[in-house]
Nanobody, 117 residues
Framework: QVRLEESGGGVVHAGGSLRLSCTAS????????MSWYRQRPGQKRELVAG????????EYGDAVKGRFTIDRDDAQNTVYLEMKALKPDDTAVYYC??????????WGQGTQVAVAE
């Protein structure tokens, strides 16, 4: 059974930091591109950061460049999102996403991040 379990969300003041984690099971983690998406209130789900392979290609959404960092630990089947200099506009539900480079796509249930003024 495939599972993507996010953790690390919460409430933080503007300028603060959070680290999200997503631990995977039920598939060969190292063979998948791992990403974080978010859905802000009233908006479409958007890419925050994607790490295509363990040793390369990373993509960040324009709104988070320079503030967020994605990383993965294939030994722990975990992908991380380090978020710094958080802004109220970063308030969203953050989702973990796995893609097999083929037809298989998996989503986590999401973790809420709220940034207060």
């Amino acid at each position: 059974q495939v599972r993507l379990e996010e953790s690390g969300g919460g409430v933080v003041h503007a300028g603060g930091s959070l680290r999200l984690s997503c631990t995977a099971s039920g598939f060969v983690f190292s063979g998948y591109a791992m990403s974080w998406y978010r859905q802000r209130p009233g908006q479409k789900r958007e890419l925050v950061a994607g790490l295509r392979r363990a040793d390369g290609e990373i993509e960040y959404g324009d709104a988070v460049k320079g503030r967020f960092t994605i990383d993965r630990d294939d030994a722990q089947n975990t992908v991380y999102l380090e978020m710094k200099a958080l802004k109220p506009d970063d308030t969203a539900v953050y989702y973990c996403h796995a893609w097999s480079y083929g037809p298989d796509i998996y989503w986590g249930q999401g973790t809420q991040v709220a940034v207060a003024e």
